[in-house]
């Protein structure tokens, strides 16, 4: 799948979202304050410049939802416009994250040499631009990997928005859960919770 063709499907689950939650009026209202805010140069015009390819696609990769934010707490609460952009952070994760990640069955998973699946669990993890990471271990079953890095979290604080930091977090969990049945995926710290790295595990799930 082309970038571009993910990118359409990732605004086009994102558009869904905000259309059922908000309706027709308020998402118009909106993605026309997210064009003049763009124009702007919001919401990096007072940060440094991207250091690097990382920097600048985890930027691109969140610019509009943090844009989509703002406008929302004109219309709702702080606590109804979080819960809505926490879902709809969610809502486009998972589909960015299926558009990434084919689904791969049980069998396909054991028949896999050990080397084999390990590569295949770190490509996981190096799909996306925000992580700086590290394979801490692998056995037969099972690959830990720990993300010393996490660029959106730095992004949200650099913003103003820490609190909603960790709102990339929920996406990972419920892909795996409802997407990948066949990967037991566990992740115990975040940096986004205020510890050094967020520790993927992924196994084998038995049947």
Avoid at 7 to 12: A, R, S
Avoid at 20 to 34: A, D, H, Q, Y
Avoid at 73 to 83: G, I, M, Q, R, T
Wanted: charged share 40%; net charge positive; proline share 2%.
């Amino acid at each position: 799948m082309s970038k571009l063709t993910m990118d359409i499907k990732i605004k086009l689950s994102a558009l869904k979202f905000l259309k059922k939650e908000i309706g027709f009026s308020k998402l118009m209202k909106v993605i026309f304050n997210l064009g003049f805010e763009e124009l702007k140069g919001e919401p990096y015009k007072n940060l440094e410049k991207s250091k690097d390819k990382k920097d600048k696609e985890s930027r691109k990769l969140i610019k509009e939802a943090i844009l989509i934010y703002r406008p929302l707490l004109k219309y709702y609460s702080e606590k109804e416009a979080e819960e809505i952009f926490r879902n709809l952070i969610t809502t486009a994760a998972i589909t960015q994250l299926k558009c990434l990640i084919p689904k791969i069955k049980y069998e396909d998973l054991k028949e896999m040499a050990r080397e084999d699946r390990k590569i295949y669990y770190c490509d996981i993890i190096n799909k996306f631009p925000n992580t700086d990471w590290r394979l801490e271990s692998d056995t037969e079953d099972r690959v830990n990997i720990s993300v010393y890095r996490c660029r959106l979290v730095e992004i949200f604080d650099a913003v103003g928005l820490s609190h909603l930091r960790d709102s990339c977090c929920k996406g990972d969990a419920l892909f795996f859960e409802k997407h990948q049945p066949d990967i037991d995926f566990k992740r115990t710290t975040t940096i986004a919770s205020g510890k050094d790295i967020c520790d993927f595990q992924f196994d084998i799930k038995e049947k």
